[in-house]
């Protein structure tokens, strides 16, 4: 184990040296959705709330991945769709093998709750990103206030992770 753990510390050591700057969608939203992941299973919050998070950062990971392929011209037919598969087949795969998606009591609406909240923050977080573009579009391509295109996704993720949060007390 502890070799395991110096191989690891090592690689994020280097990774960390050679890291490259990267202008997608932003990297301090990629890890404000982690955290908020992991902020929401500490606290024991239901799968499908803390799910629209795994959604989130997903999609930010998606839109990050083809904004880095469109710089280097690394395209192929539907390259977009195929990024979004891998991404989502490499999280949720993993997921139904482990037991986690796909148990029969861990369901709202007819729907495994993970797979549910996933499908939500994704449309969430699209939603926000188009909503950043055109916020800067009516604003002469400047953004309305600092970080906005943090603070959107954000807000709006909090606000759709709390009402669904009202609806499951409610259910």
């Not at 803390?50 to 904004?67: E, P, R, Y």
Request: net charge positive; glycine share 8%; with cysteine.
């Amino acid at each position: 184990m502890k070799q395991i753990l110096n191989k690891f510390l090592i690689t994020t050591i280097l990774m960390l040296f050679f890291a490259t700057s990267v202008y997608a969608v932003c990297p301090v939203c990629v890890v404000a959705v982690g955290a908020g992941l992991g902020f929401s299973e500490w606290l024991g919050i239901d799968d499908a709330v803390s799910s629209i998070w795994i959604g989130a950062l997903l999609m930010s990971m998606v839109l990050w991945t083809i904004v880095e392929m469109r710089k280097k011209n690394w395209r192929f037919p539907l390259y977009k769709t195929v990024i979004f598969l891998v991404y989502y087949f490499l999280t949720f795969v993993p997921l139904y093998y482990s037991g986690i998606v796909g148990h029969p009591l861990n369901k709202i609406f007819g729907i495994d709750k993970i797979i549910f909240g996933s499908a939500v923050g994704t449309v969430i977080f699209l939603l926000t990103h188009w909503l950043n573009l055109y916020l800067k579009k009516i604003n002469g391509g400047k953004v309305f206030f600092p970080y906005q295109k943090v603070v959107l996704p954000i807000v709006i993720l909090l606000l759709t992770s709390l009402a669904l949060w009202k609806i499951l007390m409610i259910l």
